[in-house]
């Protein structure tokens, strides 16, 4: 096995790795994309540190530029414990748009038992996008168990955002036999504000050609993560890794999965016409546009296939417009007077991958 060699046992390796597949973030339309990831890492007996980058080419031509870091430095033992101090943080930036970034830094508490253990831990930070600022914030506990080829770990994370909470349970399995590397992790968001509860987890399967080169393929889903300021998506990729310096350790921030993220608020105009949703008789979703002084309103979105639909005039200023919508998450936007598509107040301005904003509507 060649390597770079440092001293005190230490470890310096590199990858690149290059994909195509197919991207979709929630609330946006589905893209395929190539993806270039270049990424290093040093390990000493008690201390990491890993960096990496990513470009994601989208469809559209419009692209993804990241970057993210972690570390993680562990005390001697202390009686029967030894406590880590780590951090991990990235930006990100989607052709013309806001950049936008995160960090966190956290401690923990480790008991150890030969090849397994369990720790628990906490962490503070906060992520942003443009003007937002979010404080971020963890609770967790986990443990872990190395048996030969097999690494598995299983953890137990209450993350907030501000006042948004969520409590996700998760586990992952890794698996080395020869020139064939299997990784998996399987999760589910036990409760959340952001009402996305329910299973997520990815695959991977790597298998190496040449001391050098491996190929791969990998699949997946992600919630909502807002310690990364990230949205929800899924994504099927195959691709290769380079390893200029070839060890078995890749490219592994420390407790950092460092993937493509999106965050991409857009500013709306203070008269910008304002939406509210309400459920009417037999659960018909009523829609209503307060826009004042308009002479007429009209909305499209990708419940009507983007065609303009009027809406009807119920009092001064208001427009609305009776939908049978089921729950879940939608694209619209609004027009006034037959100026310009736009959107409205209420909504969360989004900006695709395809360069138009649209507003995102949450249907409970």
């Known amino acids: ?166 409590v996700d349970l998760t586990a992952s399995v890794r698996w080395r036999h020869g020139a064939l590397e299997l990784n998996g992790l399987a999760g589910t968001r036990v409760s959340s504000a952001f009402d996305d509860e329910g299973p997520y987890g990815e695959f991977q399967v790597r298998l190496a050609l040449t001391r050098a080169i491996a190929a791969q393929v990998s699949a997946g889903s992600y919630p909502i993560d807002p310690l990364r300021g990230a949205v929800a998506g899924r994504w099927i990729s195959a691709g290769f890794r380079m390893s200029p310096w070839p060890t078995r350790a890749g490219v592994e921030a420390p407790d950092e999965r460092l993937r493509a993220t999106v965050r991409l608020p857009t500013t709306l105009p203070s008269d910008a016409p304002v939406l509210s949703l309400a459920t009417a008789a037999f659960g018909v979703r009523a829609l209503t546009i307060h826009a004042p002084g308009a002479a007429s309103v009209e909305l499209a979105g990708d419940f009507t296939d983007w065609q303009p639909v009027a809406l009807r005039p119920v009092g001064r200023d208001t427009w609305r417009l009776d939908l049978a919508l089921a729950p879940g998450v939608y694209r619209l936007n609004v027009r006034i007077d037959g100026g310009s598509w736009g959107v409205p107040r209420g909504a969360t301005p989004q900006a695709d991958e395809f360069g138009s904003v649209v507003g995102l509507v949450v249907v409970r």
């Open 1 to 166: 096995m060649l390597g770079a060699t440092a001293p005190l046992g230490a470890q310096i390796s590199a990858t690149v790795d290059g994909g195509f597949g197919a991207i979709e973030y929630e609330g946006f339309l589905g893209s395929t994309a190539l993806t270039l990831t270049p990424g290093l890492r040093y390990d000493a007996r008690t201390f990491a540190l890993a960096a990496q980058g990513n470009w994601v080419l989208y469809e559209s031509g419009r692209a993804l530029l990241q970057g993210a870091a972690a570390g993680a430095w562990m005390t001697p033992s202390i009686g029967p414990v030894r406590a880590e101090i780590s951090g991990f943080g990235g930006v990100a930036r989607y052709t013309d748009a806001a950049a936008s970034g995160y960090g966190l830094l956290r401690g923990r508490v480790h008991l150890p038992a030969g090849a397994a253990g369990v720790w628990l831990g906490a962490g503070a930070g906060g992520s942003y996008a443009g003007v937002i600022d979010v404080g971020t914030s963890e609770i967790a506990l986990g443990g872990w168990l190395v048996r030969r080829s097999v690494t598995a770990t299983a953890s137990l994370l209450r993350g907030a955002a501000d006042d948004s909470a969520f």
